[in-house]
């Protein structure tokens, strides 16, 4: 294997391969490495959804950034198709936010009101409603705020999808190889010291994820990230129970292509515990089967969890080290990064080369007045 490349990317989870492919269908030649296996994180363990309106129900950079991503998706699903024979199983189907009580009926309206305003398709949809849009949920339920243009994907074949379809364009992956250090020399950097030896690089892109804490503070670079872990089951169904996906408070349903409902997750900041517990699982179920009571009768499959990464003003980081150059970092993504992983990679292929961006993808650089008072250090 050749030790010189133009990028080399840290981690080989969805960030990772998508930043990879973007870069190799610039023509650059790049190298993911991976500490374990690729793809068998956070990226297989989420749900798929494409939730830019109903998990980002804010105006500002992050709503931005959220749907220009989701809008990628019809395209991006053509090509891995023909450039990697994968389909990465999207839909289009909506979304339902759930309301159960008067105060969140509000709050919803609300949202409704304002995401139009931003030029988004968004309805509140009354009790009878949704039950001629859903007719298994349940009588609780007083209305809903339905958001058409949301989805979901295969989060793991859309992961795999970047991975197969980088390889087809000649990039590179090495599993099993963790990255321990750069290679900086007079503030920039030429490339990573790893367990299998160094390899060389003009850019380094670090997007390992939730574990990117452990390893930029080692080396001194402290963001502010942190893990949130979740865990997340699915249920084996005979009839479609459900057609859209459903988002509560409490938990979201997501009926798959094959039949399966995925149901999550649980969020649990600072934890990098892998284990999928007794209370995860209770609570999701007794809260998914409040909200679908038939659910009950179907059959158990399995659970897991993942480790999201999440930053301390919940923007991901998107941009260069302010003091070392060559030095990337696209992580950050908490419950978002299957929904962010096409426009990530283009906006870290443009950093590296030198493209202006975009005003909102400006706003998720490592330093700058929007990250607030939160200083990026470097202390080596
Ligand atoms: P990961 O997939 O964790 O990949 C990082 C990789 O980097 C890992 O493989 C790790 O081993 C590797 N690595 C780290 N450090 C090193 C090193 N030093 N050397 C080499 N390799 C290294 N998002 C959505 O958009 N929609 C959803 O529906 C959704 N549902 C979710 C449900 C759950 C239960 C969870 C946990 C998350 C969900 N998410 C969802 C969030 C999404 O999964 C994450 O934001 C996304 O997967 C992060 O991708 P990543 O590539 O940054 O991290
Ligand atoms: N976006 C869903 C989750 O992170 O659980």
Known sequence: MKNHYDTIVVGGGIIGHSVAYSLLKRGQSVLVIEKGEINLKASSAAAGMLAAQAEV????????????SRNMFPKLSEELM????????????????????????EQLKQTVRLQKTLGEEARWLAQEEVVRAEQNLSNQVLGAMYAPNDG????????????????????????????????????KVQGVKTSQGEFYGEHVVVAGGAWSVNFLEQIGIDLGLYPVKGECLSVLTRDDLITSTIFSEDCYIVPKKDGRLYIGATVIPHSFDEKVTVEGVSRLLHAASELLPSLKNEEWERAWTGIRPQTNDGFP????????????????????????????GEIIADIIEGNPLSESASAFSLKGSRRGQYEVTYKR
């Open 317 to 344: 980081y998107l941009g260069e080290h302010p003091e070392i150059s060559g030095l990337y970092v696209a992580t950050g993504h908490y419950r978002n990064g299957i929904l962010l992983s096409p426009i990530t």
């Open 82 to 105: 023909e450039v990697a024979g994968i389909d990465i199983e999207l839909i289009q189907n909506g979304m339902l936010t759930i309301a159960y009580n008067k105060e969140r009926e």
């Open 152 to 187: 979901q994907v295969s989060a793991y074949k859309l992961a795999t999808g970047f991975a197969v379809a980088s390889g087809v364009l000649g990039g590179r992956v090495l599993e099993f190889t963790e990255v321990i250090d750069f290679l900086i020399q007079q503030g």
């Open 57 to 68: 129900t804010e105006a500002g950079p992050l709503f931005d950034l959220a749907r220009k």
